[in-house]
Structures are given as structure tokens and as C-alpha cells.
């Protein structure tokens, strides 16, 4: 076992590895026939990674992550098969599409603050007249984006300039279109046994070429997880939106506030909180909470997840 220097983390280096690929929570390692990713502890908000990392984050990420992909095999083919460490998932490779399906159901977040600004076109989609934050759509809503290049924020894509640009074929696009509205009604479905509304999502997908080298589109990376979704409280939705109170929200939005408390937004010139030792077991204690809301179980907390010898072992094993 080696590993190289990283900004992030150490970066392990495996006998037959292909490529390397380090965002700002996940590694991924690639190999000739699988692929894998390791959920860190790492924590992002304004798209800048935080300064010190959340003990159990990643155990919890990940292991939501192949909750919700499990709970999808039967509708949407997805990478994922295998979990060998509470921090690891081993599947398929896929090569990225360059689209971000994000699927809405209620007037929040991006959405809300779009509409109230006065615009009455998202993505291309047209939103009604008369509704006020965190309204129902009458039908979910898909609004993609595209991925800017080195970090920047998102982009605002419609349908008809993805397949402009030749992003995806008209036929990629519709099978992404149809997994989307599929998973979303699952996940809604799932959130729904728990007393809690899904909000909105985003899913990823790739192209899979199986043995035979056939292309297919299969659903990839994680979902349904805090830090890719917002949720709200189904029990008290209804009351709050007559009295025009702020919904409660299940999704990594409290680091947000609590950054934001705290003078930052991620804009040149301001500084990143300190993070004291009473900050960041306040954030890994919500992440453990997050777990039990959305699985119905506790989290099985496992010492030393990072530890690089454990990691090395449970992806070498599957080479």
C-alpha cells in the first residue's frame, strides 16, 4: 500500500488502478472492472470544503447512500453492489453524463428564490401563478443543471439546450426523464413511512457497456441522502404553510445556518468559523440523527473508519 499528498486527504494508490478522482467529499478509485468510492468525512457548504472533517459523516453517507440504491434496484438499474466497509461502495463503472436531473415537488430552496424574483420560468419549465414558499407543485417538476468547470456553481440547463449543445441524445434523455420521476416516487414513497416529505433531489446517471458492449444509462453516485436532498416534517407541513411559518427542514441545511450565523456565504474576503470541538460533535450528532429519521435505526458507529489500512484492504480485496 502507497498514498500520495493531497490538499484534502492522503490518496491511496492500488496495483491496476486506472484513474483517480477526488470531489469535495468523495474519492473515487477506478479500476479495469469496477469502480470505488469512499465517502470521507469531509464537509462542504458554499461550495468550499470546511476545515476539519465530522467523525461519522461519511459512515453515514454511505451507508444511507446504499440504503436508498437498494431500495431503487427493482425499478432503476444503479452502479452500486456491494458495500465491504462502512465507508466504501464497490459497482459498476459508468461514464458520466454531463447533466444533473433535479426533480422538485414543492417551491423551495433554488426554486423559491427564482420565483421570488419575479420569474415564472425555471430550466424551461413553467412555474404557476399564486404560490408562495414551499407550496406543492401540482406534478413534480424537473429542473437540470450542468456542471461548471473547476468548482463553480451549478448552471440552470432546459431541456431544449441539452439537447442542443448534444449533452445526451434525445434518447439518453428521455430514459433520464423516465428514472427520474421513477426514483423520486420511491424515495417519496420511502420518505412518506417515515413521516417525512422529500422535497427535492437531484439524481446523477452514467453510461454502462456491459459484455456484450452494449450502452445502457444506470443510475449513479449516491441519493436521497441530506446532503443531496431536502426534506420537511409531513405532520406539521400543512399547519405551517396556513400560518405562513418556515418549514423545518431534514437536510444538511443547519451547517448552512450555522455558517451563515457566523458572517459566511463562501464570498471572497470573509473567513470560515472556527470549528471547535463542541461545533463539529453538534454537526456529527445530527448526521447520526439524519440516519435514524430516514432508516428507522440507529447507527452502528464504527471506530476508526478513516483509517487508511481498513480502506486499502476492503477495495484491494475486490481487485
Known amino acids: 500500500m502507497t498514498s500520495i499528498s493531497s490538499k484534502k486527504d492522503s490518496v491511496l494508490k ?3 488502478q486506472t484513474d483517480f478522482y477526488q470531489g469535495k467529499v468523495r474519492d473515487v478509485y477506478s479500476f479495469p472492472n469496477f469502480v470505488a468510492m469512499v465517502a470521507s468525512n469531509r464537509i462542504s457548504a458554499f461550495d468550499v470544503v470546511l476545515p476539519k472533517p465530522i467523525p461519522y459523516k461519511g459512515q453515514v453517507l454511505n451507508q444511507l447512500a446504499a440504503y436508498f440504491l437498494q431500495n431503487a434496484k427493482d425499478i432503476v438499474p444503479n452502479w452500486f453492489e ?3 466497509h462502512p465507508q466504501v461502495s464497490i459497482g459498476k463503472k459508468a461514464k458520466t ?3 444533473e436531473m433535479v426533480i422538485r415537488g414543492y417551491l423551495a430552496g433554488h ?3 427564482t420565483y421570488n424574483d419575479g420569474k415564472r420560468v425555471l430550466c424551461g419549465v413553467k412555474l404557476p401563478e399564486g404560490m408562495k414558499e414551499n407550496d406543492k407543485f401540482p406534478t413534480p417538476i424537473i429542473t437540470p443543471s450542468t456542471k461548471a468547470e473547476n468548482g463553480a456553481h451549478d448552471e440552470d440547463i ?3 439546450e ?3 449543445q448534444g449533452l445526451v441524445t434525445q434518447e439518453q434523455w428521455k430514459k433520464m426523464v423516465e428514472y427520474t420521476n421513477l426514483l423520486f416516487r420511491r424515495g417519496t414513497a420511502l420518505a412518506a413511512q417515515r413521516g417525512l416529505i422529500l422535497v427535492d433531489t437531484k439524481y446523477e446517471f452514467g453510461i454502462s457497456i456491459d459484455e456484450n458492449n452494449k450502452e445502457s444509462v444506470i443510475l449513479i453516485d449516491e441519493i436521497h441522502t441530506p446532503d443531496s436532498s431536502r426534506y420537511f416534517y409531513a405532520k406539521e407541513y400543512q399547519e405551517k404553510q396556513d400560518k405562513g411559518e418556515r418549514q423545518n427542514q431534514l437536510s444538511k441545511e443547519f451547517v448552512r445556518e450555522w455558517l451563515m450565523e457566523n458572517g459566511f456565504q463562501g464570498k471572497e474576503g470573509q473567513q470560515i468559523p472556527e470549528m ?3 461545533v463539529i460533535d453538534r454537526i456529527s450528532q445530527r448526521y447520526c440523527h439524519l440516519y435514524f429519521l430516514l432508516t428507522g435505526k440507529e447507527l452502528e458507529k464504527k471506530p476508526d473508519l478513516m483509517n487508511e489500512k481498513a ?3 476492503a477495495i484491494n480485496d475486490n481487485l
Open 162 to 164: 441539452i439537447l442542443k
Open 276 to 278: 471547535t470541538e463542541e
Open 311 to 313: 480502506i486499502f484492504e
Open 82 to 84: 456491494k458495500s465491504p
Open 14 to 16: 492500488f496495483k491496476n
Open 158 to 160: 432546459s431541456e431544449e
Open 111 to 113: 426554486a423559491w428564490r
Open 97 to 99: 453524463l454531463p447533466v
